[in-house]
């Protein structure tokens, strides 16, 4: 069985791309009583227009990838959640904008788990009727979240960035567009996306390699799927410029939430130019913003920021942004402070001293997140899905330069790609 052996991390992969096309890792953990298993199927909200090889072009209703998701966990039989409960495991999944990961975590009958989690996947079972029960559902969902000042915000930034790539829909989709979703739309969306060939599934933990990849392959040999074929993604074309550079929304809040952000003309989209591309960003947010970083400090005194003020980088299929916010007292002045701060720097360059000190920060949490069954599976199907491979990014972290980081900063902090979403008190 092929492995990779990761001399600096002290670690082992098993990896064996079955005859179906599934990609298999086994990552082993000896002394770890738990196992954290993922299948991931390279599928998320962003995928409304596709092509199947052989197939006519499709363009299915926003928020089909998470309709999907839940209704992959009924069964004939029932829920199940009841099964693995009954099995000893915590399952779940989620969808992303270009993922959807299902998932459990288990102590014991692993094999037995395993095999539930990839029987369960590939045999999906829709019909009018619960295809209906579950549009209410769903639409509840929506409205819920509709509440929810976080998810408000958040979503509102994307928003106010976006103009036409599907990133900017939430991820459930909306109410109408989840009231048009049918039992076939389902089908052909699993059929496309759920191929052993677009699917990777990941095991971590205490377990025994050889023995769990011969029950792996031997499941997936009883099984008849027809041929996957190449998946194509269409996308409408993208302005530069945002679609508007403030959206406020108003809801019963005691502090005002506020997230702003850049919009970038997204690089390389896969491989180790794009993850390089993606650390880097990363890491010229943390020095700049981070909980260490003067600006940070001089922002919580002065009372404008509380310990929920935050940054991250998104990156996928047509899309790249920056987030950066959180609680505030005065939205507008934390904007200023920041983006003057930003512009400053992009001029005169990030500290040497605060790039060494960030970087070997951000390798600490690295090396600290590999004793993490949770974390690792997270992260490696991530990474997976881009091309990248999590075990190699300790390497690519040593190699960055302040020249790079500079770099970004100056090409991603643009005025007129910048937009903000505010949520103000009612």
């Not at 076939?184 to 990849?213: I, W």
């Not at 001029?347 to 997140?369: C, P």
Request: net charge negative; charged share 25%; proline share 5%.
């Amino acid at each position: 069985m092929p492995k990779e052996h990761y001399a600096q991390l002290q670690e082992t992969l098993l990896h064996e791309k079955l005859d179906n096309g599934l990609d298999v890792f086994i990552l082993p953990k000896p002394g770890f009583t738990k196992a954290y298993a993922t299948f991931a199927t390279h599928y998320g909200s962003v995928d409304n227009r596709f092509k199947r090889e052989g197939h006519e072009e499709v363009k299915v209703p926003d928020g089909i990838a998470h309709f999907l998701e839940h209704k992959m966990f009924e069964e004939p039989e029932g829920d199940i959640f009841a099964t693995f409960s009954s099995q000893g495991a915590s399952a779940n999944a989620f969808t992303s904008f270009d993922r959807t990961v299902y998932l459990f975590s288990a102590t014991e009958s692993i094999e037995r788990n395993v095999e539930t989690l990839l029987d369960f996947v590939q045999n999906p079972y829709f019909t009018d009727a619960n295809v209906e029960k579950e549009k209410g559902i769903i639409v509840q969902e929506i409205n819920m979240y509709r509440d929810n000042a976080d998810w408000r915000v958040y979503f509102g930034l994307i928003e106010a960035l976006y103009v036409n790539h599907p990133v900017h829909i939430d991820i459930a989709g909306t109410p109408d567009s989840v009231r048009s979703i049918t039992k076939e739309m389902l089908y052909e969306c699993y059929r496309t996306f759920y191929h052993p060939s677009n699917m990777t599934l990941f095991l971590v933990g205490g377990v025994d390699p050889e023995a769990m990849m011969e029950i792996i392959k031997a499941n997936q040999a009883r099984k008849k799927f027809e041929p996957g074929g190449r998946i194509e993604r269409y996308f409408d074309e993208e302005p530069e410029t945002v679609r508007t550079p403030l959206l406020t929304t108003n809801l019963p809040v005691s502090l005002p939430k506020c997230m702003f952000g850049y919009k970038e003309t997204p690089g390389p989209q896969r491989g180790e130019e794009a993850i390089r591309r993606e650390l880097a960003t990363k890491l010229m947010l943390e020095s700049l913003l981070g909980a260490s970083s003067p600006l940070y400090q001089e922002l919580y005194d002065d009372n404008l920021i509380s310990d929920g003020f935050g940054h991250e980088y998104n990156t996928g299929p047509g899309y790249a942004f920056s987030v950066i916010g959180g609680e505030t007292r005065d939205p507008d002045e934390l904007i200023a402070r920041v983006t003057g701060a930003l512009n400053e720097a992009a001029k005169s360059g990030i500290d040497e001293a605060v790039f060494e000190r960030t970087r070997r920060k951000r390798i600490g949490s690295y090396l600290r997140m590999l004793n993490s069954p949770e974390a690792i599976a997270s992260e490696f199907t991530r990474y997976r899905s881009r091309g990248g491979d999590l075990f190699e990014l300790i390497g690519l972290y040593e190699s960055l330069t302040l020249e790079e980081l500079n770099a970004r900063l100056r090409e991603h902090v643009h005025p007129s790609r910048m937009s903000a979403s505010i949520v103000r008190g009612e």
